[in-house]
């Protein structure tokens, strides 16, 4: 498709177990970014990703958050030992590297995964 | 730390209205960038804008016009003669010059209804 797409939609887990969110951007953007949605705290920066360089963690909650993005498109995002408060909405994102011009940082969003944690 | 107040948290108009959606900033960088996105039922935010800090003309496209001001830290979302489909939730949102464009910091939304 020509969006960013995210897989799965919905993700139902109990307590403890790990989950994998999988995002595959819009083919040639370089720069891949995962978010997440939830109502206590509205959207939240987690992770980015930009060509080969040493992925931006910084706003991963905790270790058990992790992502990786292999052959610089595909993006796995790791929750290990879910727990309640990880219920959310998480959204990927892919943009073109652009500095300039009209659209230049626009983040093209995939629908999200909605993970559920019993 | 950079942080963005959308006061209002909901507002609902009726067709035709204009409205105006409120948007402060605080950062420390001189240099910035701002956004608004829009989140419809469908979940998927699209991008409307980007505003560099040192550009502060104003933006006028189609029924939708945003207002920067510097001084007051604000970046504000007006929508003229309002239509149903514009019932979303709005986002404004900031990235500092020292990250990637998309590391943004954003509001808390404003969920906009538009009445027939």
């Known amino acids: 498709g020509a969006g960013v797409s995210q897989s799965p939609s919905n993700k139902v887990t109990e307590k403890g177990k790990d989950v994998e969110l999988r995002c595959d951007p819009i083919?040639?953007?370089?720069?891949l970014y995962w978010y997440r949605q939830s109502l206590g705290q509205g959207l939240e920066f987690l992770i980015y990703?930009?060509?080969?360089?040493?992925?931006?963690k910084s706003g991963l909650p905790s270790d058990r958050f992790s992502a990786e993005r292999t052959g610089g498109s595909v993006s796995t995002l790791t929750i290990q030992r879910t727990q309640q408060e990880d219920s959310a909405v998480y959204l990927c994102?892919?943009?073109?590297?652009?500095?300039?011009?009209?659209?230049?940082?626009?983040?093209?969003f995939g629908e999200g995964s909605r993970l559920t944690v019993l | 730390a950079q942080k963005v107040t959308q006061a209002q948290t909901e507002i609902s108009v009726v067709e035709k209205e204009d409205v105006t959606l409120d948007c402060v900033y605080e950062?420390?960088?001189?240099?910035?960038?701002l956004f608004w996105y829009k989140q419809p039922p469908s979940g998927e935010l699209v991008f409307l804008i980007r505003?560099?800090?040192?550009?502060?003309q104003n933006e006028i496209s189609g029924r939708y016009s945003w207002n920067f001001q510097k001084s007051t830290s604000s970046f504000n979302f007006t929508i003229t003669a309002s239509q149903v489909v514009d019932s979303a939730v709005y986002f404004c949102?900031?990235?500092?010059?020292?990250?990637?464009?998309?590391?943004?910091?954003f509001g808390q939304g404003t969920i906009l209804t538009v009445h027939p």
């Open positions: 994102a892919s943009s073109a590297r652009r500095s300039s011009g009209r659209g230049a940082g626009e983040l093209f």
């Open positions: 083919s040639g953007h370089t720069a």
């Open positions: 990703f930009q060509g080969n360089s040493a992925p931006d």
């Open positions: 950062t420390r960088d001189t240099t910035y960038y």
């Open positions: 505003r560099n800090s040192f550009d502060e």
């Open positions: 949102a900031l990235s500092e010059s020292s990250t990637s464009y998309g590391k943004l910091t």
